[in-house]
């Protein structure tokens, strides 16, 4: 199947089994914003958990933190946010289209090239070195930065009112009232964090202290971030309203080459854990002109996307910019004392600094989208009529697998559906997420189970009340073997584990 | 202790043991926002966790979803939001506080009342029937309504920029610029949900048909919700940002009075299980004059609250309001087909219908703050040296703690660290949060983890590396017993189980 097919094919299934919807869909849908199905909500809710897992439970030296999402403006003006945070944008004069200037066609300036304007076709000279996207026209607005953050307004204010009060009766140029805009708009402006990375620097201090953290530690967090992207792309590759899952790793100066370095090898590992095919996974180390300004250096992992190559994951080595701009912001302190380190400058037993970071910042929404991509899979088979057909499924890892096992009474009578719940309830005691499903004949619930990328149905018949046995069908095989109702639970959770 | 007393003391060691900090707090911290540290997250991972486990996972009849924040603007048009859902404000004119006019001191309308206006003492005529909360004027501007909702904008527009070009050499009223205004803002306008519920009405269809469910059946969700409070209160007890945990239960007409009375149940009975005083919640049925235009009958799940017994949840039965709603506005029917029962206007098998809802709507950053004020607790005892002594303690539900078990080396040689760090390590391979810990003095670790709510230390000391045993002591009695190390993890899995 070629890539462009898989794209569509992944977009059509995550709808049709409930993975993910156009949010709004009964409105026409909102630009960018996605909804997630009962399959969906499972899918996203175990790979947060397995990063959670990985990041905080596993370990000894990271703990986790939970942030509002709107944050003191403040933290956004240190950030560099409120500064550096835009596209560059421009108005087509021709179509009126408004794009990325830093993402449109190229072309030599002075050269003359041709445009349709009001159906009648064009030349003139390019006084850029990039034309409109759309209809290719160099009459163009001047570029204007967009800055990305959502911008919304906190307490008991009416912006509009204030500016109407203000403006009445006046007689004022665009500029002033501008300016006259931004200044009633200014105090109660807050922004809906971009990141979830500036909280861990905001609340250092605090978590350090409240857990008596020794360098190196890290604080993990995810939630939603939101940004006002003009091109979003690719399903939810892109989107204005994303989920993240963000590590800041604080070290003692001097030892961040090595922390970075092993972070990298950390997370590419992790990605590879649960995928089909490691081999599409890699990272690629940044240029020295993509660095962002506060990173020394920076590894993303990337995946074989349906159109090739693309970032996954980003592993950056911030410095101490962050803490640092976050002091000088806030006016505290942010430094750390460290009692069995030696100061280099003393020579002394205790050295007093700023940490530097570490930062793997991955995407949870992303991570959905590749592993929907890496599972999902068709063959060629036959029907019970040996007519061709095709068998869909998702090869989801199970642990990220929605529905760890499905239970199906052959039929709804002969105390079938009975013992397929009692199988059920005992799954859910000891925390495997069971589905008791009896809707449909039984070929179309393996179908289905197939499409949701359950690894394992136990179909309970007949037999199963003389001889207390179940059939175990294989998602990945379709092999089916006998085994006892009573070992069930511990079978499914050797296989589990097995798993990894 | 008296109730006063109880709520700084819980807020003093949410900060001080990592539970809950203000948000952006070096900048001075903002209006009600509030971070969770690590502790926090756990605690409000767990309550979340078991909402879900309860809602979904246990359940053959709900599914979950995970909506976007930012929905259609439609959406709030057609749920009542953009008209309705705002409270009454007033400016007072002598000392410039805004209030809330509903909330005011209530007075006479006509009587003379006494107010304090730049140092000098005034009487004056009440005009209404309340005075400025602050300074007792009477003196006050126009009632105006204030939308709770926080209103943000989408795509790259620039409404300020616009709205200057537009307004720019004109001289205008404030009422004409208002409308000018409105006009340039509207198409770019949308909000932060203010609840997670219109998600699930909105995508009723999507779900109900991509899993062929069948009425009745609820949609699950969690997640956070925005509501720009004028007044907020008791620390995270109302909030402008919150995280909700709400379920939609769509039944067929004619059966919401009993599947109220079945949700109010479930849901007092789920808030009690996790209680050291369950006699502290109860049911409250909503007079009349309270229910909301959609609602037929509500009841709230309350608590004792130190200020006395207040909301926690409510329980709601929405009629079909909102699914006729979004069906009048988007056009799509919003009906569902029940191929079992009769229709009563025709008799035949096959009915349709809008089915009607019962909501249960619970606020998991209210519940994290009942769990604390039920958990924390304080004993009078000795030291070691006979000295009297307090030690505090959260007694928080086994499956709510952060913590379940912290694992101890009593001294960090000997090989106890290695030891104790192969037991955290069983326990974690079995899902359950173990936490090594080998920082200060033993008994400092104990006071610690009793502050945190973790119900099970284990020790590991120099008879652990003789014998295979080490100690289990108890948060809630303190009292300790030696068990097998081999039999560690089955030990505390059968208290966890039986503390259900």
New interface residues.
């Given amino acids: 199947m070629s890539d462009p097919d898989l794209m569509q094919k992944v977009i059509s299934l995550a ?4 993975f993910v ?1 156009q ?9 960018s ?10 899918l ?2 175990n790979i947060m958990a397995e990063w959670w897992r990985s990041m905080v ?2 370990r ?1 030296d990271i ?10 403006p ?2 956004w003006q240190a950030s560099g946010h409120v500064a550096n945070f835009s ?1 560059p ?1 421009v108005d087509c004069l021709a179509c009126r289209v ?1 794009f990325r200037a830093d993402k449109a066609p190229k072309v030599e300036k002075g050269s003359e090239v041709a445009y349709k304007k009001e159906g009648k076709a064009l030349r003139a000279t390019a006084n850029r070195s990039y034309v409109c996207p759309a209809c290719g026209s160099p009459e163009l607005s001047e570029e ?1 930065r ?1 800055n990305l953050m ?7 204010v ?1 912006p ?2 204030a ?3 203000k ?9 002033e ?2 300016e006259i ?2 200044g009633e ?1 200014a105090p109660a402006t ?1 922004y ?1 964090r971009p990141e979830t990375a500036q ?1 861990m620097f ?2 250092f ?3 350090q202290q ?3 953290l020794k360098v190196p530690f890290g ?1 993990a967090q995810q939630g ?1 971030s ?1 940004r ?1 992207e ?1 091109t979003v792309e690719h399903f939810i590759f892109r989107s ?2 994303f989920e993240q899952m963000e590590m800041e790793f604080f070290v003692k100066p001097g030892t961040q080459k090595e922390w970075l370095a092993y972070w990298t090898e950390q997370r590419l590992g992790w990605y590879r854990r649960f995928s089909n095919r490691p081999e599409d996974f890699r990272l690629r180390q940044h240029a020295k002109d993509e660095l962002a300004h506060y990173a020394e250096d920076c590894y993303d992992v990337e995946y074989r996307y349906p159109w090739g190559y693309d970032e996954l994951e980003g592993i950056a080595s911030r410095t101490d910019y962050d803490l640092k701009q ?1 002091a000088k ?2 006016g ?1 302190d ?1 430094s750390y004392f460290d009692p069995a380190e030696t100061d280099p400058a003393t020579g002394k037993v205790g050295r007093r600094y700023v940490p530097y970071v570490i930062e793997p910042a991955a995407g949870a929404t992303r991570a959905l989208l590749v592993y929907l991509l890496d599972a999902y899979c068709e063959e060629q088979g036959q029907d019970a009529k040996g007519e061709a057909k095709t068998r869909v499924l998702l090869k989801l890892h199970p642990r990220l697998a929605p529905i760890k096992v499905a239970v199906l009474p052959l039929v709804r009578k002969d105390g079938m559906p009975e013992a397929a719940r009692a199988i059920v309830s005992e799954f ?1 005691k000891s ?1 495997v ?1 069971a ?2 499903d009896d ?2 004949a039984i070929g179309k619930r393996y179908a289905r189970h197939d499409e949701v990328g359950t690894p394992w149905c136990l179909t309970v018949d007949g037999q199963t009340l003389q001889d207390g046995t179940v059939t175990l069908r294989d998602r990945d095989t379709t092999a089916q073997r006998r085994i006892k109702v009573a070992e069930a639970r511990q079978t499914i959770q050797d296989l589990l ?1 097995r798993a990894g």
Same sequence: chains 1, 2.
């Fill in positions: 709808k049709r089994r409930g919807f949010s709004s869909e009964i409105y026409g849908g909102l630009k914003c996605y909804d997630y199905g009962p399959m969906g909500a499972e996203k809710r439970y596993e000894e703990v986790g933190l939970d942030a509002s999402i709107i944050m003191h403040k933290v596209d944008l408004r204007r967009f959502f911008r919304t307004f906190l307490g008991p009416d509009v009112g500016l109407a009060d403006l009445a009766g006046r007689s004022l140029s665009a500029q009232i501008r805009a931004e708009l807050v809906l909280a905001v609340q201090e605090n978590v409240s857990l008596s604080i939603r939101f006002n003009v204005c309203e976050h912001f806030s505290k942010l859910l925390g997420k589905k008791y809707n449909t584990n």
